[in-house]
């Protein structure tokens, strides 16, 4: 399609969103000025203008399909006939399933902890040098960028040329430099994770970072100074004042990162595709829904494992936020 | 001033430590994507500052650019045609010794014709018989190669691999999926926030539940709507309405939570005050609330646009893979299959697709933060 034609088309889409709440509006203040008793009813329907649209793509788009993939992970491939446990049992003898599984739990445990300690440890580092809000932004840069064009980014940090030719990926360049064989880093079993979460974590280190800085202000210098004169480390104040004052950040912090993790995707899907056992569960997931003609039941079963691993934090959200609403 | 001290030697060394980390696998994918792609597949990044020494091999001219000269056959020509930039230090005549001669010496070839070869390229090929080939004969040069770089790649990337087609797409993409879900969710925070009306409560809960399902779980039903109503309608099941709307609604709990947290810092008595005034919900929305939500409007279109643009997943489900259609990152995704050792169509196509998120990182930083950190605490 040509520019002009597509702009034509975002116009009318955007537009069209715009006039529907203009003219249904209008039309309501329109009618009301010729029945004016009926306050009431006015309401109601104003309020039904306001929240209808966004109801609606609410139920179509998460309500509705939220159950629905849980009604098919009962399903055939085609959805169309109930087999009961059938889809759950198949993924507990799958061997790529268990490999996800622990894939996973790797990433669960790897990611949202170092992000966050590096995270804490650069803000506080940032906040005693006058270059500090120029280090902060060259590291939160990442959090711009695409899990796609990070993943290009690093495949060409990992690239990896036969001992003897010169190599043009920096990790191998430096192994070599330093006397190792170079090695095709994301071909290695196991280890190979390690290097994909590096993605993640170089990434996600800018979110925890700016978050914290946000926290560390609230820290009152007094405790801080307090603390310097009677003489403790900034090693200890780090952990026994900054690290404890900053408990809820660090917390919010780790589930929002903990939540990212169980859904990648892009980084497995673009640099491995799941092969050397790098598979997870989000990876899985889109394999089947398109493997063979697409298998709703399998696919299903893995987008509910996804769903499990989110809902305590779920819970606690949902928790948190009637205690918030008592006050 | 401080004194300087081991510790804060110690953090300013440590946070260095991280910046290069950080930065230097970004900085190494722009100065590879301007570099040319012959150099880029054969040597590193981090070489392309200092002058390179590279080996190649050129042919001479054929018996067609012979002249004579007293009783010789000459062929004077440059190697490298004029244009390139380098400078031969050695050179050789057979691929065993590629480097068997000093600039400026002769050479001898088997058929008893001798070359010298000079450091700017310039040849001089002499023969007591005239030339019979039409094909000349190869030479090896060393030769140092200053540093060069180039917007070729991009050129290639652009027009020829069609990423300037995805570009478009991907803001075609991008801007509806932005825009929709903030006026539609600006509305429906205003509701939850000011209106009063059965089931507010549950339905708030129900976005609080919805900010951490999964878009996995969302998929499958979804995409079988679409492939449905495309059926019935007779029309393709995969459009750019159709990924508007999915962006909307796996991006609508975060942004109306956002709004509703920030539209009930607003304070009530000015929206009361208005109301009591006659203005409709409507009025005091368009004409109180909207002028007083710009920042945090700004706040929000940055994350959901950043959100919408970096996506590959919901792309991948509900757009085509045709050229008219692929967004940024499927098609990076494919050529990372496709051309996963040209790469320099993928560290310039890679950067392509970073430069609006980047542009609006560099410039709007200030709002991309408010937000995350606003979002920071729905958790």
């Not at chain 1, 899907?269 to 997931?285: I, K």
């Not at chain 2, 001219?61 to 056959?73: L, M, T």
């Not at chain 2, 050789?92 to 088997?110: C, H, M, P, R």
């Not at chain 2, 002499?126 to 080939?133: A, D, L, M, N």
């Amino acid at each position: 399609m040509s520019i002009f034609s597509l702009a034509i088309t975002v116009l009318i889409g955007v537009l069209f969103f715009v006039a529907f709440f203009h003219f249904s509006n209008f039309l309501l203040d329109y009618f009301r000025v010729r029945a004016s008793k009926k306050f009431a009813l006015e309401n109601s329907i104003r309020v039904i203008i306001f929240i209808a649209p966004a109801f609606i793509v609410l139920f179509v788009f998460i309500l509705y399909p939220v159950f629905e993939t849980i009604r098919l992970s009962f399903y055939d491939k085609i959805g169309e006939n109930f087999v009961g446990l059938y889809n759950y049992s198949w993924a507990i003898k799958d061997p790529d399933f268990k490999r996800s599984i622990i894939n996973n739990l790797g990433w669960l445990i790897v990611v949202p902890t170092i992000s966050t300690f590096f995270g804490l440890v650069i803000a506080n580092l940032a906040d005693r040098v006058w270059w500090g809000s120029i280090a902060k932004s060259i590291i939160f840069m990442p959090m711009a960028i695409s899990f796609v064009g990070a993943g290009v980014i690093w495949k060409f940090m990992y690239d990896y040329r036969g001992p003897g030719d010169q190599q043009i990926g920096l990790l191998n360049a430096i192994a070599v430099a330093l006397g190792f064989e170079p090695q095709a880093w994301l071909t290695i079993p196991i280890w190979n994770n390690l290097f994909l979460m590096a993605i993640m974590i170089w990434i996600q280190t800018g979110l925890a970072l700016v978050i914290f800085s946000a926290a560390l202000r609230s820290i009152p210098n007094e405790t801080l100074d307090a603390a310097r004169i009677d003489g403790a480390s900034e090693l200890k104040i780090f952990w026994s004042i900054i690290v404890p004052f900053l408990e809820q950040t660090i917390l919010v912090i780790w589930t929002i990162i903990t939540i990212l993790v169980l859904k990648v995707f892009d980084i497995i899907y673009a640099m491995t595709n799941g092969q050397w056992q790098t598979e997870v569960l989000a990876n899985l997931m889109y394999d089947w829904m398109f493997r063979g003609g697409g298998d709703s039941g399998r696919g299903s079963v893995l987008a509910f494992c996804i769903l499990i691993g989110v809902t305590p934090i779920l819970a606690w959200n949902l928790y948190r936020h009637k205690q918030d609403q008592k006050v | 001033m401080k004194k300087i001290t081991f510790t804060s030697v110690f953090s300013q060394l440590l946070l260095l430590f991280f910046v290069v980390a950080w930065i230097v696998p970004t900085f190494g994918l722009f100065i590879s994507s301007l570099r040319d792609k012959d150099v880029l597949a054969i040597s590193g990044w981090w070489t392309s500052f200092t002058t390179t020494e590279i080996n190649e091999i050129y042919r001479t001219e054929g018996k067609d650019a012979q002249i004579k000269e007293g009783n010789y056959y000459f062929i004077k020509r440059n190697l490298f045609d004029g244009g390139q930039e380098k400078e031969i230090f050695r050179f050789g005549v057979t691929s065993k010794n590629i480097d068997e001669y000093e600039v400026g010496e002769t050479a001898l070839f088997k058929d008893q014709t001798e070359i010298t070869v000079f450091e700017n390229g310039d040849y001089i090929w002499k023969s007591e018989e005239e030339f019979k080939k039409k094909k000349g004969k190869r030479i090896f040069v060393s030769a140092k190669s200053p540093p060069t770089f180039t917007l070729d790649n991009y050129k290639e990337v652009l027009l020829k691999e069609g990423l300037g087609q995805a570009f478009l797409n991907t803001l075609a993409v991008a801007l509806p999926a932005t825009l929709i879900p903030l006026i539609i969710c600006s509305y429906f925070a205003y509701a939850l926030t000011w209106m009063k009306f059965y089931g507010r409560d549950i339905l708030l809960a129900t976005i609080i539940a919805s900010l951490v399902v999964p878009l996995q779980m969302c998929l499958i039903p979804v995409l079988t709507i679409y492939n449905d109503f495309g059926a019935l309608f007779g029309v393709s099941a995969k459009s750019f309405p159709g990924i508007w709307m999915a962006h909307t609604g796996f991006g609508l709990a975060s942004t109306t939570f956002l709004l509703w947290n920030f539209l009930k810092t607003l304070p009530s008595e000015m929206i009361e005050a208005a109301r009591v005034d006659g203005a409709t919900h409507y009025d005091t929305f368009i004409k109180i609330v909207v002028p007083l939500s710009i920042p945090s409007f700004a706040s929000i279109f940055i994350l959901q646009f950043l959100w919408v643009w970096n996506d590959l997943l919901v792309g991948l489900v509900f757009l085509d893979k045709h050229p008219s259609e692929i967004i940024l990152t499927a098609k990076l995704k494919e050529l990372l299959g496709s051309r996963g050792e040209n790469w320099e169509i993928l560290t310039t196509g890679a950067f392509v697709s970073m430069t609006v998120p980047l542009f609006i990182f560099f410039s709007l930083q200030r709002y991309f933060i408010r937000g995350l950190v606003a979002g920071s605490i729905k958790g």
